[in-house]
């Protein structure tokens, strides 16, 4: 068996089964669907490669939570890479802007997947950081 990346996908229930359909092949998953979740998971599983989070992560707490991931000196090495899943509140025009916060913030990216199908966002490569 080749080895798989690990994922903490920290991500509102919808948001999660997009993901899982985009990413079950490519990578190994762990779901979290709160803040405090994710924090300990991250504690608890030091083999996590890489973070993925949606906008809308325990009642539009990303930013919060990518801000306590950078500022924990363990955690902060695990690259973050936010993601827009679902259509939201948050209007197209603002991606931009929100993906200018989450870089300022630490962030890796912000890689807007909405509206794509699954198979369109893996042949896009848009969430393999």
Request: a negative charge; one cysteine or more; glycine letters at 4%.
């Amino acid at each position: 068996m080749a080895f798989r990346n690990r994922a903490l996908i920290a991500a509102q229930p919808g948001a999660w089964t997009v993901l899982l359909s985009t990413l079950e092949d490519v990578m190994e998953l762990v779901p979290v669907h709160s803040r405090n979740d994710a924090l300990q998971a991250l504690k608890d599983d030091p083999s996590i490669d890489v973070i993925i989070s949606t906008i809308a992560f325990d009642d539009s707490q990303m930013i919060e939570f990518l801000q306590a991931v950078k500022q924990d000196q363990d955690l902060s090495r695990i690259p973050f890479l936010c993601s827009r899943v679902l259509q939201s509140a948050l209007p197209d025009r603002l991606v931009g802007k929100m993906r200018d916060l989450c870089k300022q913030c630490g962030a890796a990216d912000l890689v807007d997947v909405a509206g794509l199908r699954p198979e369109q966002a893996r042949s896009a490569n848009c969430l393999r950081h």
